[in-house]
Structures are given as C-alpha cells and as structure tokens.
C-alpha cells in the first residue's frame, strides 16, 4: 500500500512539474509573441501604411521628423512603409518555399522509409544536394534561374526538400517497425493508406518543429539573396534589398540599413525561439 502510495505521488509530482513547465516556458511565449508581431506587421501593416513606393520631398529625413516614425530613404520614401512591405515579401516567399518543400520532402521520406529499392536511390540524390550549404546551394540556383521572387521561391524549395525528407524519413522506419502496421497489413491495408492515414499523423509533431525552424532560415536565405542582388528585384520591397541599399548610407542615414537589419533579426529570432520551445515541450511530453 505504500508503495502503491508513493508511485501515484511520484507520478502526481512529475506531472505538476511539466504543467509548470509547459505553463511558466518564457521561450514559447517570447517566440510566439514576436511570431505574432511579425505577422502582424507583414500582412496587415502594408493594408494600413499604403503603397512603399509612395514618395515625398523629405529625403533622408531622420526617425521621428515629418511624422515618418522611421525615417526616409534617398527617394523620401517612408523607411516603415517598406520595412513592412520588406517582411510580407519575405513571409509570402518563406511560406512558399517551405510549404511545398514540407509536402514533397514528406512524401520522398514516407517512399522511401516504404521502400527500400526508392530508398537507395533518392536518398543519394537527398544526400547530394545535403552535401552543399544552404546558402552556396541557393547562390547556384539562384545564378541558373535568375533574379526574381519565383527563382527565390525555387531556390529555397530546392535546399529544403532533402531537409524534410531525412526528418521525415527516420521517424516513419521506426514506426513501421511498430505492431499496428504489422496488424493493418494483416487487415489489408495498403502501403500509401498505412503511411499516410497512421504514420503521418504519428510522425508530424517533428515535422512542424522543423518547419518553423525551416521558416526561419528561409527568411534569412531570402534576405542573403536579396543583399547579394540574386533574389527580389527592386524596386519591389525586400529586407535584405533595403539593407544592401542602405549600406552606402551607413553613416549619413544609418537607419536605413539599422532598421532593416533589426526587422530581419526579430524574424528571425520570433520562428527560432519558437521552433526550439515546441521541440522542447515535445521532447518533455515525450517522456
């Protein structure tokens, strides 16, 4: 009896301790709110500021003067203005990219976790394109397609497929491993039904960390790109376009390479934090 006493306290406690922790995690709330902000900013802040080619004749005109909270650039256009526009360009192609990355490196995970001959050879080509760094790999891309929102899009669905098919992949082997496939099968249940209708959803909670760490990296990819002159073509607005042109005006106007760099380190920082405080209460639940 007090045996049984004491494993139902033991269990009691460690189930109030991952509750505090689930409850009292500061990353989770820190990531999802600069998560919110920046989609905030990205998709309702350009329905509110107007056009960010609009111009006015207060050129390079400090944050705060002129009632532009940010400033201007050279062209007097509002440094706000294309900041927001910046990051619901750089949203829509993350989005993008990593969206159709997720559904087709899933698919080449589950295949080839399925079947070991598909296995062989895609996961050699996966294996390849892993070889190379995200970013070099993108700057090849990129200089075979040309500049322009749909080769970034391409770009970075390229680098990221081989990603979420090894992510895919590891967990799917295991859980066909498990005795429920073994008993679907015995029910006649096809090979796509039992990977996607049992292992999937089983396998999903990996996949969604890795997006929001994916997002994240695809924010950057995007704005190394734009900075090198290979991505978005101005005079669309692109965060990393606003600070490779504000550069030169480093020290007559810095905010307008100060801003852009910061908006693109909340982004950044907003998914990382927030991938990296799913993962650990995945892992915490997991136990």
């Known amino acids: 009896m007090a045996l049984l006493t004491r494993k139902y306290a033991i269990n009691d406690d460690m189930t109030s301790r991952v509750k505090t922790r689930h409850r009292l995690d500061p990353g ?5 709110g ?14 509110i500021l107007g056009h960010p080619d609009a111009m006015s004749s207060f050129y390079l005109a400090p944050p705060g003067t002129h009632g532009f909270w940010l400033g201007t650039d050279q062209y007097g256009r509002s440094e706000l203005t294309r900041i927001v526009w910046g990051i619901r360009t750089s949203l829509e192609i993350s989005f993008s990219s990593i969206g159709v990355a997720v559904i087709i490196g899933t698919i080449i995970g589950l295949l080839s976790a399925a079947n070991r001959a598909f296995d062989l050879g895609m996961m050699r080509v996966m294996d390849v394109l892993l070889a ?36 895919s992949r590891a967990p799917a082997l ?18 796509s039904r039992i990977l996607f209708r049992h292992v999937l959803p089983n396998i999903w909670p990996v996949i969604v960390i890795q997006l929001s760490l994916g997002i994240s990296d695809a924010i950057l990819i995007e704005a190394a790109l734009s900075y090198l002159g290979l991505g978005v073509v101005p005079p669309a607005a692109s965060l990393g376009e ?3 042109s504000g550069q030169s005006l480093m020290f007559t106007a810095p905010w ?12 950044v920082l907003g998914f990382n934090v927030l991938g990296d405080a799913v993962r650990d209460r995945s892992a915490v639940r997991g136990k």
């Open 174 to 191: 295991e859980q066909l491993s498990k005795e429920f496939v073994e008993a679907g099968r015995s029910l006649g249940a096809s090979t």
């Open 28 to 32: 989770l709330w820190i990531g999802t």
């Open 34 to 47: 600069l998560v919110g902000i920046v989609l905030v900013l990205g998709f309702i802040g350009p329905l």
């Open 132 to 167: 190379f760094p995200a970013i070099l790999l993108a700057i090849g891309i990129m200089a075979m397609v040309g500049p322009g929102v749909a080769g970034v899009i391409e770009a970075i669905t390229i680098v990221y497929i081989p990603i979420f098919a090894r992510v």
């Open 256 to 267: 307008t390479a100060i801003f852009p760099g910061i908006a693109i380190a909340i982004a």
């Open 242 to 244: 606003l600070l490779r």
